[in-house]
């Protein structure tokens, strides 16, 4: 939609501009905004600990603390080697191998959508134009996705939420497979898609935050959303199947988006079971 505005005055270097800005500006809005976790705080006890945590209690209406809790002492988990270390040991392994699986099936579903969106419309024999606003629409069910999901968190168990949003994206995926080419049904069902998937997705971080403590979160993180080679098979995945589309009758290179996204939900079941401990 900003694109209209900006691309016909300023060309693609006007969105790089407008992108770059933006994320600059949030970027600073966020160092000064978004405040330490409370378990971090508690856990490193850094300079006017108490200060920051009783200021984020009181905002939350939770009782203030007259004291930190004892300070726990440093282990030799400090160094990035030694959290990798940590999470294959023998309380964190099976934890460490469902998350970065799950994740994997994530992001490469994610990045095979992205790429291919604009093109599974025009290869269906559709304009260009209907295929970017396929693409905005999957976009625009992600955000109010997103909202959706943080505002049912607060009356249900978040991994219920997530497991539920990933498994009907996937049930809508495998319906986009085996729609007509009726333009609104497809653009309906990229919308609802996006919603559930990117909803789902987002929340997998706030579910994946349970898994490991404060002081190797980060490296868990980090390491299992690496997207290096999650995405690069997601798209030569969409490329093979783009090459062998005149023998697959038409959109059946759809289908591996919708398996990789249904097997992904099972692993996230796998997951949750495991979270059910933590």
């Known amino acids: 939609v900003i694109g209209d505005f900006i691309m016909p005055k300023y060309g693609w270097r006007g969105m790089f501009w407008f992108g770059g800005v933006l994320t600059l500006l949030m970027g600073i809005l966020v160092f000064l905004v978004l405040p330490e976790s409370l378990n971090y705080l508690s856990r490193r006890q850094p300079a006017n600990a108490l200060q920051k945590i009783n200021k984020i209690l009181q905002k939350l209406g939770k009782p203030l603390l007259a004291a930190l809790p004892p300070l726990q002492e440093e282990n030799t988990q400090g160094s990035a080697l030694g959290n ?119 929340g997998l971080y706030a579910v994946a935050a349970k898994v490991y403590p404060a002081d190797i979160r980060s490296t868990g993180h980090r390491t299992g959303s690496r997207r290096l080679y999650d995405c690069c098979w997601a798209e030569y995945v969409g490329q093979f199947l783009y090459l062998c589309r005149a023998g697959c009758a038409g959109r059946h290179y759809r289908f591996p988006a919708a398996c990789a996204l249904t097997g992904q939900w099972q692993d996230l079941f796998r997951l949750q079971h495991c979270l059910l401990c933590c």
């Open 84 to 202: 990798f270390k940590t999470m294959f040991a023998e309380e964190y392994w099976r934890k460490t191998v469902l998350l970065w699986t799950t994740f994997l099936l994530c992001f490469s579903t994610l990045y095979f959508l992205f790429t291919w969106i604009p093109a599974l419309m025009e290869f269906s024999g559709f304009t260009p134009e209907t295929g970017r606003t396929a693409f905005f629409l999957f976009n625009l069910g992600g955000v109010i996705g997103i909202y959706m999901l943080g505002i049912i968190s607060t009356t249900y168990k978040l991994s219920n939420i997530v497991c539920s949003f990933l498994f009907f994206a996937g049930l809508l995926l495998i319906a986009f497979a085996a729609s007509p080419n009726e333009e609104l049904i497809l653009l309906s069902l990229v919308f609802l898609i996006g919603l559930l998937f990117q909803g789902g997705f987002t």
